[in-house]
């Protein structure tokens, strides 16, 4: 299966392989759980071998994201609720759009640059910062910013991986689970340092 992936991809000209890249970063936002950093990574080895340049990638790559995000945006922020309510879609109910909206009065746009990090929550996410009317402009520069990062490491991975491609899998498994452990750290630290400066208030 992977390996009929990645003959795909050095099949297609640049075009092709920037056309797929933006659907990959799109689609990843409306349906979850996709392979999208999976599939971003092997788009990275088409630029480890010179057919595609890294920016114009990482362009058509972040631009899918926040447009994917924007999408996912704008249908929570017309139906969000009653999507939410019938439960129209698995992962999306009333209880989990009240943990985001805690989440957003308490850690604001950081949740949307942080996100991205997480797989499995970018479509929660998007679909929640419409449903509680996050501003829009805000919320496509916190994305925007979020996409970049990622998806600049996932194509900087798939160049460093280049033939060794098959290896992408268990490493990104692997990686995700360290991000995710230093995350949690790093929010257990700041909650932490909030609470010591509090009591040293009093």
């Not at 409306?30 to 971003?40: A, E, I, Q, T, Y």
């Not at 009065?105 to 998007?126: E, P, Q």
């Not at 268990?170 to 452990?181: D, M």
Request: aromatic letters at 14%.
């Amino acid at each position: 299966m992977l390996e009929s992936i990645v003959t795909f991809l050095q099949s297609l000209p640049p075009w092709g392989v920037l056309g797929v890249t933006f659907l990959i970063a799109y689609i990843e936002n409306l349906f979850p759980p996709s392979p999208s950093d999976v599939l971003l990574v092997f788009c990275g080895t088409i630029v480890g071998i010179g057919t595609v340049g890294f920016m114009p990638m990482l362009v058509m790559a972040t631009l899918g994201s926040v447009t994917g995000f924007s999408t996912a945006y704008w249908l929570g922020r017309k139906y969000g609720t009653q999507i939410a309510e019938k439960r129209w879609v698995p992962f999306l109910n009333m209880d989990t759009i009240g943990r985001v909206q805690h989440w957003f009065d308490k850690y604001h746009g950081l949740i949307i640059v942080v996100n991205r990090f997480l797989s499995g929550t970018r479509a929660v996410i998007s679909f929640a910062a419409g449903i509680t009317a996050m501003p829009f402009p805000r919320t496509v520069i916190y994305c925007t910013i979020s996409a970049a990062v990622w998806n600049a490491l996932m194509i900087l991975l798939g160049m460093q991986f280049g033939s060794r491609w098959r290896d992408v899998d268990q490493y990104l498994s692997t990686y995700g689970t360290v991000i995710t452990i230093l995350l949690v750290a790093a929010v257990v630290g700041w909650l932490v340092w909030k609470w010591w400066k509090r009591r040293r208030t009093v």
